[in-house]
T-cell receptor
């Protein structure tokens, strides 16, 4: 299976704290993407990092990619209650298909 | 930004019914659309990839006669769950990627999903 794994499976933090989620994958990739899913809804694209990039920022989000370890991390700084959601990493290879990780359920307590 | 509309958002029907789910790209032409299935508190599993005007490519283990996919235009793909049974109950999500975006280094744009419940 090409599905990646994320850890932790669940994370609960206080508002204002930082949240870090990790993703590991198995195959060579073109890029790795992070998505957010609110309960019962579709996915929202957050950030895409290409295989030749090591770090990328977007607002309060910071993503790193280590292709030698086949791993990525998503850092959300200064978390807010509205950040409560499930976060998925997804890898894209030569084809257009995305293979999703197992997801991290983040709860930010006001 | 790119918008994908999925309809209906929720379906409850009796066992044996066939259910059609629509996925539309509203402001771009989607050469490729993807259909995923998601069980509660689990990840998305790719079911099939559909390219406009050609047959869908199904992932291993997905019954093509059970899950019929049609991608007749650049803005519409449909998934029909034929003769649905309780085990088909799930959350189905479509996504689309646009024309000219190429095959790599582009995000997919997701619909809001369809909650299918078979009684």
């Amino acid at each position: 299976s090409q599905q990646g794994e994320e850890d932790p499976q669940a994370l609960s933090i206080q508002e204002g704290e930082n949240a870090t989620m990790n993703c590991s994958y198995k195959t060579s990739i073109n890029n790795l993407q992070w998505y957010r899913q609110n309960s019962g809804r579709g996915l929202v694209h957050l950030i895409l990092i290409r295989s030749n990039e090591r770090e990328k920022h977007s607002g309060r989000l910071r993503v790193t990619l280590d292709t030698s370890k086949k791993s990525s991390s998503l850092l959300i700084t200064a978390s807010r209650a509205a950040d409560t959601a499930s976060y998925f990493c997804a890898t894209q290879t030569g084809a257009n298909n995305l293979f999703f990780g197992t997801g991290t359920r983040l709860t930010v307590i006001p | 930004g790119a918008v994908v509309s999925q309809h209906p958002s929720r379906v409850i029907c009796k066992s044996g019914t066939s259910v059609k789910i629509e996925c539309r790209s509203l402001d771009f032409q989607a050469t490729t659309m993807f259909w995923y299935r998601q069980f509660p508190k689990q990840s998305l599993m790719l079911m099939a990839t559909s390219n406009e005007g050609s047959k869908a490519t199904y992932e291993q283990g997905v019954e093509k006669d059970k899950f019929l996919i049609n991608h007749a235009s650049l803005t519409l793909s449909t998934l029909t769950v034929t003769s649905a049974h309780p085990e088909d109950s799930s959350f189905y999500i479509c996504s689309a990627s646009g024309q000219g975006q190429g095959y790599s280094n582009q995000p997919q744009h997701f619909g809001d999903g369809t909650r299918l419940s078979i009684l």
